[in-house]
């Protein structure tokens, strides 16, 4: 490839990108987007094991305890707020590098604090980090991954997530094995955070290794570095018409966030800030945070509800496993259908089992158990898959941004409702509320959200331009 910086010679043999180079360099990506995953899992799961110590080691109260817990949140709301203005100006790739030593910085920020105080500073710091990549992660790969793949290589970063969550578990329970009730309290919870930075410095060393995603090249009038990376994932006669497709949506587009309040693209602002809400308020984070608390309200004892806790960290798993099987064979609509369904099933089924008085048999953990698998293989990486494909080139990063914002805020508040809701409601009204929200999350997604399967991305962008005639 030669000539002046936007023109594009070819002097390829189309037969030299073939399929085996282009698997490896979707493996690549795969790696990135896991590592960024498994951080975001760790940082939300590694405060559990820790908070126990923290809670005697800094004398805190109930809401310190809230607090020390929910700050990560409150980072991760500005990450996400960031993100899309930063990685539209700077790259997707620049960005995660950046979130990759926020999130490192975090870490071991988090292991070493003398107070209280400079714990909380150290996790909005990672989470600003954990904010950056759950927008950016996902979307870089909806950006770089052949439309065939894009759902389950998209849906790989919330494989990742609960794979982070579940081996946080394991590796809590390692450490604070490792010593005394003392060596706990003054050591234990010090190391559960700095293992992050292990994560960390591999996502972002691997991050050095990784293309620019061609689309924002594109948008920055760099062709000529798109279409070598687009040649390596779709060959050379496919790498031509992406870059034609991309440079033509562009011209369509103003790039200002009003375009999203325009018709048509209304809809997908709807549909984008929609799932986000909507897969928290359906209550996931609320069982897996309280999830011990819950199985004690069962009639378990401690060591049984953290047994049961492990079971459902490893159904999650197994079941988002099984969705990157289904996303690109079934569909995305279709999976939300079957699982927002069944969720409001299950939590009806729940909230009568503590309504009767019959929590303390099986029933609660094998519905609650129905009820997380049913979330894993369709709002947990579906939504990541929809907001990061839906919204037009040009103004993809912010809008992304602005849905994994309202996502986050969302979890802010459903984590810190939960617990005053189960005490003051009760257990049966909280889940029939969970329960609520998912049957209008499945009218939700029957009456407006489109099916996406195998659309290129700027296929489903003329899909929102058809509406506004």
């Not at 996502?203 to 924002?216: I, Q, Y």
């Amino acid at each position: 490839m030669n000539g002046p910086k936007g023109d594009i010679k070819l002097e390829h043999n189309p037969d030299k990108y073939n399929e085996q180079v282009s698997i490896k360099f979707v493996t690549l990506v795969s790696i990135v987007a896991a590592l960024g995953g498994v951080l975001f899992g760790f940082d939300t799961a590694v405060v559990s094991g820790a908070i126990g110590f923290m809670e005697h080691k800094f004398q805190l109260n109930q809401v310190e305890v809230g607090w020390a817990v929910s700050c990560l949140i409150i980072g991760c709301i500005i990450g996400a707020a960031m993100s899309g203005l930063l990685s539209d100006r700077f790259g997707r790739k620049k960005v995660l590098i950046a979130a990759a030593a926020l999130f490192i910085i975090g870490s071991l920020g988090s292991a070493i604090p003398a107070t209280f105080s400079g714990y909380i500073i150290a996790r909005i710091i990672g989470g600003i980090g954990i904010g950056i990549t759950s927008t950016l992660c996902p979307l870089y790969n909806a950006e770089i991954a052949p439309a065939k793949y894009r759902g389950r290589l998209v849906a790989l970063n919330q494989l990742a997530i609960v794979t982070g969550i579940f081996l946080t578990y394991f590796i809590n329970l390692g450490i604070s094995s490792y010593g005394d009730d003392a060596w706990d309290i003054s050591t234990a919870w010090r190391w559960m955070f700095a293992v992050g930075s292990i994560p960390g410095f591999l996502f972002l060393v691997l991050l050095l290794f990784v293309p620019e995603s061609p689309r924002w090249l594109i948008k920055q009038g760099r062709p000529a570095e798109a279409l070598p990376i687009l040649l390596r994932i779709h060959g050379e006669a496919l790498a031509k018409q992406e870059v034609l497709d991309i440079k033509e949506s562009f011209k369509q587009e103003t790039g200002s966030i009003r375009q999203l309040f325009k018709p048509g693209l209304r809809v997908a602002l709807i549909v984008g800030v929609g799932l986000a809400v909507l897969q928290q308020v359906t209550g996931i984070n609320a069982v897996m945070y309280y999830a011990p608390e819950i199985f004690k309200a069962t009639g378990a004892g401690t060591n049984a509800s953290l047994i049961q806790t492990i079971l459902v960290g490893f159904i999650n798993f197994l079941f988002t496993i099984l969705a990157l099987w289904l996303i690109d064979k079934v569909g995305r609509k279709v999976l939300l259908l079957i699982g927002t369904s069944s969720m409001a099933l299950c939590l009806l089924v729940i909230g009568i089992a503590f309504q009767t008085g019959h929590a303390a048999g099986p029933w609660v953990l094998i519905f609650i158990l129905l009820y997380v698998a049913s979330f894993a293989i369709s709002l947990g990486p579906v939504v990541w898959v929809i907001i990061s494909e839906i919204f037009p080139n040009r103004i993809r990063g912010k809008a992304t941004a602005i849905a994994a914002m309202a996502l986050w805020a969302a979890d802010y508040v459903v984590s810190q409702s939960f617990p005053p809701l189960l005490n003051s409601a009760g257990p049966a009204i909280t889940f029939w509320i969970f329960g609520i929200m998912s049957l209008f999350t499945f009218f939700f997604t029957w009456r407006i959200v489109p099916e996406t399967k195998g659309k290129s991305l700027e296929e489903i962008e003329s899909l929102w331009a058809s509406k506004q005639t």
